[in-house]
């Protein structure tokens, strides 16, 4: 599982080269749009395994880096009494429609890439503790849209 420590972001090929590759989307979760991390069948399950039957408590943390044009967000998925950290780097610019629903819903899924093996069955929901950190994020993306499309 991935450390933020051992991973540090500062120029933004050095982003371009960490973004999460597997994907992100927005899924119909019982007629709402929230916003979904697709890992690999492998990472999904891993996560999965260890936290089934037991009682877990996710921090979730959204670092935001921007230099007025590109806006990157770092989601940091941490599974406190389990001692797995899950980083995921998106490039926020073009997923306007991802934040918006996060923070409308306060919710993210983790769900596997593989079409076969993606159902709403294996969609793991997380709750952000707190709204605001996505209504912050979605604010500094709006704000940095707006100046592109100036």
């Known amino acids: 599982m991935s450390s933020p420590e051992k991973n540090p972001h500062n120029t933004i090929d050095h982003f371009i080269k960490n973004l999460h590759r597997e994907g992100a989307s927005l899924i119909d979760f019982d007629g709402n749009k929230v916003p979904c ?3 690999s069948s492998k990472i999904y399950d891993e996560i999965i395994n260890r936290i089934y ?3 877990i408590i996710v921090d979730t943390l959204l670092n935001i880096f921007h230099d007025g044009y590109d806006v990157f967000v770092d989601i940091q998925l941490k599974f406190l009494n389990l001692e797995i950290i899950q980083n995921y780097v998106l490039y926020a610019n073009d997923m306007l429609e991802f934040f918006e ?3 409308n819903t306060g919710l993210i899924g983790l769900a596997p890439n593989s079409p076969s093996a993606a159902s709403k069955s294996n969609i ?3 709750q952000l503790p707190k709204k605001d950190p996505a209504e912050n994020a979605l604010r500094i ?3 940095n849209v707006k100046k592109i499309e100036s």
């Open 101 to 103: 629903a996060l923070a």
């Open 124 to 126: 793991f929901m997380i």
């Open 53 to 55: 039957g037991k009682k």
């Open 37 to 39: 991390i697709f890992l």
């Open 141 to 143: 993306i709006k704000s």
